[in-house]
């Protein structure tokens, strides 16, 4: 069922995906994709490509504010970019990142600014950061009905206090804090967790031992799901990327030929020509 109240559809005869269907896919061993999206056109482009899962990631201080740390984006700047992928999105369900200090203090803000991307941005889930710390905070989110994706591993928010960008889980202990954390999202009532950076046989026990997806972000082939950037998936950007971004495609050496191609018509008049000029 798609609305209530006979309210219009927003699905064109297409159905949203949602939590017990990702939750299916785990089940039967069917990997699905999530991608990031800040704009309205890609997000267009993703979902009539069918991506399950958008995410409007905080990355977008990175790709589209060009900031040095996620730490820098906040809610202000990231609301615009949410209500453009809701606007977007008619199959795909989509998953707002809460930025930097929007919901540590206490449950009460987290439930305030997390209600805020629900109601003004027109999402489905939010993602929070962070393991046991941060589960009173998924709790009291599940439990005033908002959807909530955890995020383990390597967390960019805490790049300062993780020592840098560093694979986390290496070694015994470490392994067990990370599997002591995706435990406790898990019972907080998240309905999915991302794994980012961690070794490959860490995210395949972990991805064994929970019950709800596992979306690896560099944790190897045995996660339920993958997530990647999008302008890392689709070589849209120049200078370094991470180790388990592959590109599959070079969208930004394409876009620098439009662009050549462009001026280069201009400053030889021939554009604009008859056919794109009127009479």
Same mark, same amino acid.
């Given at each position: 069922?798609?609305?209530l109240? &006979?309210?219009p559809t927003?699905?064109?005869?297409?159905r949203?995906?949602?939590?017990?269907?990702?939750?299916?896919?785990?089940?039967?061993?069917?990997p699905? %994709?999530?991608?990031t999206?800040?704009d309205y056109?890609?997000?267009?482009?993703?979902?009539? =490509?069918?991506?399950?899962?958008?995410l409007?990631?905080d990355?977008?201080?990175?790709?589209v504010?060009g900031?040095?740390?996620?730490?820098?984006?906040?809610? @202000?700047?990231?609301m615009?970019?949410v209500?453009?992928?809701s606007?977007?999105?008619?199959?795909?369900?989509?998953? =707002?990142?809460?930025p930097?200090g929007?919901?540590e203090a206490?449950?009460?803000l987290?439930?305030?600014?997390?209600?805020?991307?629900?109601?003004?941005?027109?999402v489905?889930?939010?993602?929070?950061?962070g393991?046991?710390a941060?589960?009173? /905070?998924?709790?009291?989110?599940?439990?005033?009905?908002?959807?909530?994706? =955890?995020?383990?591993?390597?967390?960019? /928010?805490?790049?300062?206090?993780?020592? +840098?960008?560093r694979? /986390? &889980?290496?070694?015994?202990?470490? %392994?067990?804090?990370?599997?002591? @954390? =995706?435990?406790?999202?898990?019972?907080?009532?998240?309905?999915?967790?991302?794994?980012e950076?961690?070794p490959a046989?860490?995210? +395949?026990?972990?991805?064994?031992?929970?019950?709800?997806?596992?979306?690896?972000?560099?944790? +190897?082939?045995?996660?339920? %799901?993958?997530?990647?950037?999008? /302008?890392?998936?689709?070589g849209?950007?120049?200078?370094?990327?991470?180790?388990?971004?592959?590109?599959?495609?070079?969208i930004?050496d394409a876009?620098?030929v439009?662009?050549?191609?462009?001026?280069n018509?201009?400053?030889?008049?021939?554009?604009?020509?008859?056919?794109?000029?009127?009479q």
């Amino acid at each position: 069922m798609d609305t209530l109240y &006979g309210a219009p559809t927003l699905h064109s005869g297409k159905r949203r995906v949602r939590i017990n269907q990702l939750r299916e896919w785990k089940d039967a061993g069917q990997p699905w %994709a999530m991608l990031t999206a800040y704009d309205y056109s890609t997000a267009r482009i993703f979902d009539s =490509a069918g991506v399950p899962v958008l995410l409007v990631g905080d990355s977008a201080a990175n790709v589209v504010y060009g900031y040095d740390t996620t730490l820098q984006v906040g809610l @202000d700047e990231m609301m615009p970019l949410v209500r453009a992928v809701s606007r977007a999105a008619t199959r795909s369900m989509v998953v =707002a990142d809460m930025p930097f200090g929007t919901y540590e203090a206490s449950n009460e803000l987290a439930l305030t600014n997390a209600a805020t991307f629900m109601r003004e941005g027109n999402v489905h889930a939010v993602k929070l950061e962070g393991g046991e710390a941060v589960a009173p /905070q998924i709790s009291a989110l599940v439990r005033a009905g908002i959807p909530v994706m =955890a995020h383990i591993g390597f967390t960019p /928010q805490s790049v300062h206090a993780l020592g +840098g960008f560093r694979v /986390q &889980g290496r070694g015994d202990e470490a %392994a067990e804090n990370l599997v002591r @954390d =995706a435990k406790a999202v898990e019972q907080a009532g998240a309905f999915a967790v991302v794994l980012e950076m961690v070794p490959a046989e860490i995210a +395949g026990r972990i991805a064994a031992l929970l019950s709800i997806p596992v979306i690896g972000c560099g944790a +190897g082939s045995g996660c339920d %799901a993958q997530v990647l950037v999008w /302008q890392d998936m689709a070589g849209f950007t120049d200078g370094p990327k991470p180790k388990f971004a592959k590109r599959f495609g070079a969208i930004g050496d394409a876009l620098r030929v439009c662009v050549e191609e462009y001026m280069n018509a201009i400053e030889s008049r021939t554009f604009p020509d008859d056919d794109h000029s009127f009479q």
